[in-house]
């Protein structure tokens, strides 16, 4: 027995900030030097009110009525997010109502960023293997854009919004399902990636509202997201690779073996450095970021889910997800892709706020 | 990787005029060192020279000078 992806969908905001809106901001010269060094044109972003539970929601409601899901089949949901609807209860909780799904149902937040895929893969499978659940809703998202300062260039101009629901069930089928995963932390590095008045630690005060301009020229404060872009790109330059190479090794496979290794989105050029240093050919390579941007946690299922409309992912496909980001965490797994699938997920939904909602 | 070679991909990084570094300049004077210009940096030195700079010693460098001494004899 194994667990496999059942369906994946995404939902986008319908706001927009490309490139030429932020070169109004920063200037055109270091918009163009970002967008170079990014690959991204165009982000996603949702307007004030509009929260990754909403993404979410919307994302999940499209999944579970096309693949005829009944709501009480659904026994564990997990919404994983750093932009949740409350600090208490778990956005998962306040999900299960819009969603109307059943009591026998087990509901929790994971607090992961753009490394959330893989865990919440895992926490999945290992309640799917253990049968305590037999049918699980995954929801990755955040509304990071706005916990971004708009004067913050290093961030505003990377970072978009977005939400998946993915569908996870045991199968008997032989071979299918996932091989490993490898997860782990480097919490020596928990300062690189922060918002530092965002709770207990430092709650919000009037003074946690005081800007400041770095060195860069970038505009903060406490209660926004931070960000120390070298260090981040040291950590995915060079500890990604060794992590994806470890993951290999302890299913005794090579990247010859996979057919598909999908980094998560953070910018073009971090992802096409650790694509040359773990020699992974053209052809196994895939990106989804240039009209979306980096979408944090959704970021990872998001582009799965595109692999597989476009048809990148065949019954039988090796599949390798490699997702890193704040703590610093990253996660990899290691997927057979399944044959018994009845085919790729439909278009992306774009949300519309006219949506009804019910928290 | 000659000085020149670097200096002329420090400048590209820097988006300064071609030829216009001397090596003495510092950093925080060129208006141009930021962020973005620190991790581009580390990305040219990976893929055109294979060495790691790590962000440690990224904040020991004021001058281009600096810059270019992490590279020891593998800039001539």
Redesign the interface.
């Known amino acids: 027995m194994n667990t496999v992806i059942t369906g994946i969908h995404y939902c986008l905001p319908e706001g927009h900030i490309t490139n030429v809106d932020l070169a109004h901001r920063f200037g055109e010269?270091a918009i163009n030097?970002?967008s170079r060094?990014s690959g991204i044109q165009d982000r996603r972003v949702a307007p004030e009110g509009v929260t990754a539970a909403d993404l979410a929601a919307c994302a999940a409601e499209r999944l579970l009525t096309a693949k005829g899901i009944r709501r009480e089949e659904i026994d564990l949901v997990i919404f994983a997010s750093q932009t949740p609807d409350y600090q208490i209860p778990a956005t998962a909780c306040v999900l299960h109502e819009r969603l109307g799904l059943g009591q026998d149902c087990a509901c929790f937040d994971i607090n992961l960023g753009c490394s959330s895929f893989p865990y919440t893969l895992a926490t999945a499978h290992g309640y799917l293997m253990s049968g305590i659940a037999h049918t699980a809703l995954l929801l990755n998202g955040d509304t990071i854009s706005h916990v971004i300062h708009p004067g913050d260039?290093?961030l505003a101009t990377l970072h978009g919004d977005a939400a998946t629901a993915t569908l996870m069930e045991t199968t008997d089928e032989s071979g299918a399902g996932f091989v490993g995963f490898r997860l782990g932390t480097d919490g020596s590095g928990w300062r690189h990636i922060v918002m530092p008045s965002s709770g207990a630690r430092s709650p919000r005060r009037l003074e946690t509202m005081k800007e400041t301009v770095?060195?860069?020229?970038?505009t903060n404060s406490p209660q926004h997201l931070q960000m120390?872009?070298?260090?981040v790109?040291?950590f995915s330059?060079?500890k990604v690779p060794e992590v994806i190479r470890g993951a290999l090794l302890a299913c005794k496979l090579t990247i010859d073996d996979i057919d598909l290794v999908l980094l998560h989105q953070a910018n073009r050029?971090?992802d096409d450095?650790i694509y040359?240093s773990l020699k992974v050919p053209a052809e196994k390579q895939f990106y989804f970021l240039e009209h979306v941007g980096n979408a944090a946690g959704a970021s990872s299922p998001m582009l799965l889910a595109e692999a597989w409309r476009q048809g990148r992912l065949r019954p039988g496909s090796l599949v390798l997800i490699a997702a890193f980001g704040n703590g610093l965490s990253w996660g990899v797994t290691i997927i057979r892709w399944p044959k018994i699938l009845s085919g790729p997920v439909d278009a992306p939904t774009d949300y519309l706020p006219q949506i009804d909602k019910k928290a | 990787m000659t000085k020149s070679e670097l200096y002329a991909e420090i400048e590209g990084i820097l988006d300064v005029k071609s030829g216009s570094i001397r090596g003495d300049e510092r950093l925080a004077d060129t208006g141009r060192w930021d962020s973005l210009s620190a991790v581009m940096f580390m990305a040219m030195a990976s893929e055109k020279l294979g060495q790691e700079i790590s962000p440690g010693d990224l904040a020991k460098c004021s001058t281009v000078a600096d810059l270019e001494a992490l590279f020891g004899n593998k800039v001539q």
């Open positions: 010269k030097s970002i060094m260039k290093s770095d060195a860069s020229g970038n120390n872009g070298a260090a790109f040291h330059l060079y050029t971090m450095m040359k």
